[in-house]
């Protein structure tokens, strides 16, 4: 799961770019809004190991990453992508 934030034709390059790489498979986009400032501004891409027991025990933790990242299960209501985007980047 990614963040683009910026000017509207430089994010849009860019996930073209993404979408055209082979080593990409199956992005979607959960949401695309216009926004004042960027949110994650300071925040850089993390991995975290979701199955560690210790992570699980975190306030907040979401089994959201449990469930198939598909467009479908998704696109009525993307808040779970954003609630462990914001964990992520305040932890």
Same mark, same amino acid.
């Given at each position: 799961?990614? =963040?683009?934030?910026? #000017?509207?034709?430089?994010? !849009?390059?860019?996930?073209? *770019?993404?979408?055209? #790489? /082979? /080593?990409?498979? $199956?992005?979607? =986009? %959960?949401?695309?809004?216009?926004?004042?400032?960027? =949110?994650?501004?300071?925040?850089?891409? $993390?991995? /975290? @190991?979701?199955?560690?027991?210790?992570?699980?025990? %975190?306030? $907040?933790?979401? /089994? +959201?990453? &449990? @469930?198939? %990242?598909?467009?479908? &299960? +998704?696109? #009525?209501?993307?808040?779970? *992508? %954003?609630? !462990? !985007?914001? +964990?992520?980047? @305040?932890?």
């Amino acid at each position: 799961m990614q =963040v683009l934030e910026g #000017d509207k034709s430089v994010v !849009l390059d860019l996930y073209a *770019a993404i979408q055209a #790489d /082979r /080593r990409h498979h $199956g992005a979607i =986009v %959960l949401i695309e809004e216009e926004i004042e400032k960027p =949110v994650f501004d300071d925040w850089s891409m $993390g991995f /975290r @190991n979701l199955s560690d027991p210790q992570i699980q025990e %975190l306030p $907040g933790y979401t /089994r +959201f990453m &449990n @469930n198939t %990242l598909s467009y479908e &299960n +998704f696109k #009525d209501d993307p808040s779970g *992508a %954003l609630e !462990l !985007l914001y +964990f992520f980047r @305040n932890h």
